[in-house]
């Protein structure tokens, strides 16, 4: 008999009409907690190590009789967020927030596989989730979501696993204002805010990603298609349906918004390109004429009486003057030089001093 270790595992259950959920248990004893279909059960593997995953397969294989397809799948850890059913049970993979490692430029998720059938919840993660913990809490202090059935159970645990996205989305919206005015007070192309931009906009196509594939799992375990999921329990899954909703909704328009800031920011780079071109244009323009002035008066031909004038240094002088004057005084009338641009002061609201 292959020798299981309880480390990798935690089996709570909850008996009909118990004041409390117990646990403790060792996966022996899943076969007899399993068969008392009045038992709701909840098997939560830890895969952290090679030893643990290899134990997890053998309860999955072996005791649960799960498809062996289903396991390789629940097993590894690069999955995109699916649901599958079989005759007895339903397998699906659902992604929660890293918060060790998630900010609004790394957006990084980690995976937690599920089996649901008629009066149990397995769960496998190789990461610790804080929302299986926040439920693991709950049952301990409440018997309310066990005795309501395994589908609430599991209700419950994606609810917490959605709502923890919250805080991260929120946040997109403060960074996305800050980054938006820095970029208008921006004086000239700033390549430290274009690879921020760049970052962000990575950021939120992996929100986006993972947020549409999941809103389809949770549609489709939201809308009476599988059997596993009573009637009575579908409104909870519709609510969670509702908050994914909401998040998917949020993470398109920051993807339009990113997709603003790069054009405003090359839109700002364009005008003050073409502020400095204006100003290079307007500097030839009134060098032209002298230019022009100072060529004529160069040439060494002898019949050109105002070499010999005595004071035709000065009055070339003053003429070149004169055009040059008149020149930005044309210039200024027409408001290509000298005119003051309005200065952009942002809102207090949208930005925190200390990160400009």
């Given at each position: 008999?292959f020798?299981?270790c309880?480390?990798?595992m935690?089996i709570f259950?909850?008996?009909e009409?118990?004041k ?8 022996d004893?899943?076969p ?5 279909e ?10 952290e190590t090679?030893e ?9 294989l072996?005791?649960?009789?799960f498809?062996?397809l289903?396991v390789e799948d629940c097993l590894?850890t690069?999955n ?9 049970y339903?397998y699906f993979?659902?992604h ?11 957006f990084?998720?980690?995976e937690?596989?599920?089996?649901l059938g ?7 993660h ?11 809490q709950?049952?301990r202090?409440s018997?309310?979501a066990?005795?309501?059935g395994?589908a ?7 609810d917490?696993l959605v709502d923890?996205y919250?805080?991260i989305?929120?946040d997109y919206d403060?960074?996305i ?6 970029v208008?007070?921006?004086k ?5 805010v ?7 906009r990575?950021s939120?196509a992996?929100?986006r ?8 799992v949770?549609y489709r375990m939201s809308?009476?298609e ?6 009575n ?7 969670v349906?509702?908050?994914l ?12 918004l ?5 054009d405003?920011?090359?839109s700002?780079v ?12 307007i ?6 004429p ?6 004529i008066?160069?040439?060494n031909f002898?019949n ?5 004038s005595r ?7 003053a003429v070149m ?6 020149l930005?005084?044309?210039?200024w ?5 000298f005119?003051k641009e309005?200065e952009?002061?942002?809102n ?7 990160v400009?």
């Amino acid at each position: 008999m292959f020798r299981y270790c309880r480390l990798f595992m935690e089996i709570f259950v909850y008996r009909e009409g118990a004041k409390k959920v117990e646990e403790g248990f060792t996966a022996d004893e899943l076969p007899e907690l399993l068969a008392d279909e009045t038992n709701v059960v909840w098997a939560d593997f830890r895969g952290e190590t090679d030893e643990e995953i290899k134990q997890a397969r053998h309860v999955l294989l072996d005791i649960f009789k799960f498809h062996p397809l289903t396991v390789e799948d629940c097993l590894e850890t690069r999955n995109q967020p699916k649901v599958e059913v079989f005759p007895d049970y339903l397998y699906f993979i659902v992604h929660g927030i890293y918060p060790e490692i998630t900010d609004t430029v790394h957006f990084a998720t980690k995976e937690l596989d599920g089996y649901l059938g008629k009066n149990y919840v397995v769960t496998f993660h190789a990461e610790r989730f804080k929302s299986i913990k926040l439920v693991k809490q709950q049952i301990r202090s409440s018997t309310f979501a066990p005795q309501r059935g395994a589908a609430y159970l599991l209700h419950q645990i994606l609810d917490q696993l959605v709502d923890l996205y919250m805080p991260i989305v929120d946040d997109y919206d403060t960074y996305i204002n800050k980054i938006e005015v820095r970029v208008f007070l921006m004086k000239k192309g700033n390549n430290a805010v274009l690879e921020e931009i760049m970052d962000l906009r990575r950021s939120v196509a992996r929100l986006r990603r993972i947020s549409v594939r999941q809103l389809e799992v949770l549609y489709r375990m939201s809308h009476a298609e599988f059997p596993q999921i009573p009637e009575n329990v579908l409104p909870f899954y519709r609510d969670v349906h509702d908050h994914l909703v909401r998040i998917s909704d949020l993470s398109e328009s920051y993807r339009d918004l990113v997709s603003g800031l790069f054009d405003i920011h090359f839109s700002i780079v364009a005008n003050r390109t073409n502020d400095v071109m204006k100003v290079m244009t307007i500097f030839s323009a009134i060098m032209l004429p002298l230019s022009v002035i100072a060529g004529i008066y160069g040439m060494n031909f002898d019949n050109m009486p105002e070499l010999r004038s005595r004071y035709g240094y000065f009055l070339t002088l003053a003429v070149m003057a004169i055009v040059a004057g008149g020149l930005l005084v044309y210039f200024w009338r027409k408001g290509w030089i000298f005119q003051k641009e309005e200065e952009f002061v942002p809102n207090s609201d949208d930005i925190d001093k200390t990160v400009i």
